[in-house]
């Protein structure tokens, strides 16, 4: 499928609520290069829109001035292509004004959430890629800090299998991950290797 079709897929990123490495429910810092890398990825993919959800006033505003550098300042001359990814990205203060914006944009989206860890009835990449064909709006929610809340993930439709490593280490920076699952589900390479996740 044409990465013009994926345009009804949506991606968030959420630092509230996250949890905190001794398991407190916590904000997380909004990572400037996670909004730059992730936004360039997504654009790469076809993504619709990409949200960047913090209920901190002073973290939408980052986020807003990052946006508007590369949009309409010194940045979107001085590198074009960031203003071109930068195109879909939002800040939005919670995840279900998130939800919101992208059913007004194209429908009620089911909501497909991602961690590190095993969870049972997870589903499997394969799976997922297969439902997507469907056309119906999809928003994958990632989560930064130590994982997302455990009632995001209770609400949401799907939880997406984890990514699994070769070691015993397994910690991967958000915007990896998300490379990652997009390529998995979005990407052009041999489905019969997709199937097998």
Same mark, same amino acid.
């Given at each position: 499928?044409d990465a013009?079709?994926?345009?009804?897929?949506?991606?968030?990123?959420?630092?509230?609520?996250?949890?905190?490495?001794?398991?407190?429910?916590?904000?997380?810092?909004?990572?400037?290069?996670?909004?730059? /890398?992730?936004?360039?990825?997504?654009? +790469?993919?076809?993504? &619709? *829109?990409?949200? @960047?959800?913090?209920?901190?006033?002073? $973290?939408?505003?980052?986020?807003?001035?990052?946006?508007?550098?590369?949009?309409?300042?010194?940045?979107?001359?001085?590198?074009?292509?960031?203003?071109?990814?930068?195109?879909?990205?939002?800040?939005?203060?919670?995840? /279900?004004?998130?939800?919101?914006?992208? +059913?007004?944009?194209? &429908? *009620?989206?089911? @909501?497909?959430?991602?961690?590190?860890? $095993?969870?049972?009835?997870?589903?499997?990449?394969?799976?997922?890629?297969?439902?997507?064909?469907?056309?119906?709006?999809?928003?994958?929610?990632?989560?930064?800090?130590?994982?997302?809340?455990?009632?995001?993930?209770?609400?949401?439709?799907?939880?997406?299998?984890?990514?699994e490593g070769?070691?015993?280490?397994?910690?991967?920076?958000?915007?990896?991950?998300?490379?990652?699952?997009?390529?998995?589900?979005?990407?052009?390479?041999?489905?019969?290797?997709?199937?097998?996740?």
């Amino acid at each position: 499928m044409d990465a013009t079709h994926y345009s009804n897929i949506h991606l968030a990123l959420v630092h509230f609520p996250v949890y905190n490495k001794l398991g407190e429910v916590v904000v997380s810092s909004v990572t400037t290069l996670d909004v730059h /890398d992730i936004s360039r990825i997504c654009r +790469t993919f076809g993504v &619709g *829109t990409f949200y @960047v959800i913090t209920p901190l006033k002073t $973290q939408q505003q980052l986020v807003e001035k990052l946006i508007e550098h590369w949009m309409k300042g010194h940045g979107a001359q001085y590198n074009p292509t960031r203003k071109e990814a930068l195109l879909k990205t939002k800040v939005m203060k919670s995840l /279900d004004a998130a939800v919101a914006d992208a +059913t007004q944009q194209s &429908g *009620t989206p089911r @909501v497909v959430v991602t961690g590190a860890k $095993q969870v049972p009835n997870s589903i499997e990449f394969g799976t997922l890629r297969k439902k997507l064909q469907d056309g119906r709006p999809t928003l994958l929610v990632f989560g930064t800090g130590w994982g997302l809340e455990k009632n995001l993930i209770r609400n949401a439709d799907h939880i997406l299998q984890p990514i699994e490593g070769n070691a015993r280490f397994n910690h991967l920076p958000v915007r990896a991950a998300v490379a990652i699952i997009l390529d998995r589900l979005l990407g052009r390479g041999d489905e019969s290797v997709t199937k097998n996740f």
